[in-house]
């Protein structure tokens, strides 16, 4: 029963990289050199390789990013072979968690936020709400028992707590989440702090119009993958105001999910905030692994195994195919409230509340 939850949830992977640009050049006959093209005024995102100047803006605007963290803590509670419980047998289910158990794994994620406001005393970020997106309960099953397909519990997975948290701010660790917008894939965080004297300065660049967005307009990421500060660049493809995302090929690793993705309207210092990271594609690949509590080590290829087998799960990125939220729905999010029947919107106290354990 070990590593119960690390065999059956598999967190999304989301993903990073840099795309190289190569300067266009224009040799004219006569006058030697070359030349920079300049950006057009046209209202559209600008596609040209922007390099310099770029980078003073990129480094304040990273200040106002921060990377997030998500554990989850599942209490395991193992099911007696001989039982054999099915999941209609309510009474008996409630019985198996009401039992103690000493066995306990945490679930741990991370992503990368947005500070919308800071204060001396109050923070509030922005983020995907997929980063801490896990079930509240999880069943392993036995064998069928029957053709019928009822299956036995093996053993269940019920999370007590959980916790959003950050290194990157003055006196602030934990993050609540107060505002949670599932189909969006947006999640509001703050938190109160004592009174600091130079707080993390918000995002302070204006918001953009993912509708003057042109096929290879190019953008720029900010995040944290692999738990690093660190900014990618790329191009967008097949531009819709008609859908839900901005597709782009900028790649991408786990922890840039809530990303900030901006572009560059009409030439320097112009940078404008266009929608935020959200996930990359990929394909799931199921294979059959040793037990996780077994001591198999070694060459494993060339080692017989005979104990129960497992199905494990490999996500296969497909980089470059990148996908981000546009700035249109931030806002609708941000703006929206509880009574919005169009999204399914959770509003949560900032105080914290016990959650029960059953």
């Known amino acids: 029963m070990q590593s119960f939850i ?12 840099l795309i190289l640009g190569i300067g266009l050049f ?77 066995t306990y794994e945490n679930q741990t994620s991370s992503g990368t936020g947005i500070l919308l406001k800071s204060t001396k005393d109050r923070i509030t ?4 709400a997929h980063i801490g997106n896990y079930p509240d309960t999880v069943f392993s099953y036995l064998s069928a028992d029957d053709k019928e397909g009822s299956f036995p519990i093996e053993a269940i997975a019920l999370r007590i707590k959980e916790k959003y948290y950050t ?3 003055k006196g602030i660790a934990v993050l609540n989440p107060t505002k949670v917008d599932l189909e969006k894939d947006l999640m509001l965080l ?56 901005l597709l782009m090929d900028a790649l991408f690793n786990p922890g840039f999910s809530g990303g900030l993705v901006m572009a560059v309207r009409d030439g ?9 990271a959200k996930s990359v594609s990929a394909r799931s690949m199921v294979f059959l692994k040793p037990d996780p509590g077994s001591n198999t080590t070694g ?36 703006t929206g409230s509880a009574d919005d029947e169009s999204t399914p919107i959770i509003m ?4 914290p509340k016990k959650r029960k354990d059953s």
């Not at 995002?203 to 307009?217: D, H, K, M, T």
């Not at 320097?268 to 935020?276: C, D, S």
């Not at 949560?348 to 105080?351: G, K, L, P, T, V």
Request: net charge negative; glycine share 8%.
């Open 6 to 17: 690390f065999r059956i949830l598999r967190p999304s992977v989301r993903s990073q990289g």
């Open 26 to 102: 224009i040799i004219t006959g006569c006058q030697p050199g070359r030349t920079r093209p300049q950006p057009t005024s046209d209202s559209r995102y600008d596609t040209e390789v922007v390099t310099e100047g770029i980078g003073p803006l990129l480094e304040a605007t990273s200040k106002s990013i921060i990377r997030i963290n998500y554990i989850g803590t599942y209490a395991i509670y193992t099911v007696p072979l001989e039982s054999r419980i099915t999941r209609d047998q309510s009474s008996a289910l409630e019985h198996i968690l009401n039992m103690p158990t000493d």
């Open 125 to 128: 970020v922005l983020t995907c």
């Open 167 to 169: 290194s990157n701010l």
């Open 190 to 245: 703050e938190a109160y702090r004592e009174s600091v004297d130079f707080p993390e300065p918000p995002i302070n660049i204006p918001n953009g119009n993912s509708s003057a967005l042109q096929w290879g307009s190019r953008v720029f990421i900010l995040g944290f993958p692999m738990g690093n500060l660190m900014v990618t660049d790329g191009m967008v493809s097949a531009p819709d105001p008609d859908s839900p995302y």
């Open 268 to 276: 320097l210092p112009h940078l404008e905030w266009i929608g935020i």
């Open 299 to 334: 060459d494993v290829p060339y080692t017989s195994y005979t104990g129960q087998p497992y199905i494990g799960t490999h996500q296969d990125i497909n980089y470059g195919v990148t996908f981000a939220i546009p700035i249109e729905t931030i806002q609708q999010f941000l």
């Open 348 to 351: 949560r106290s900032i105080i």
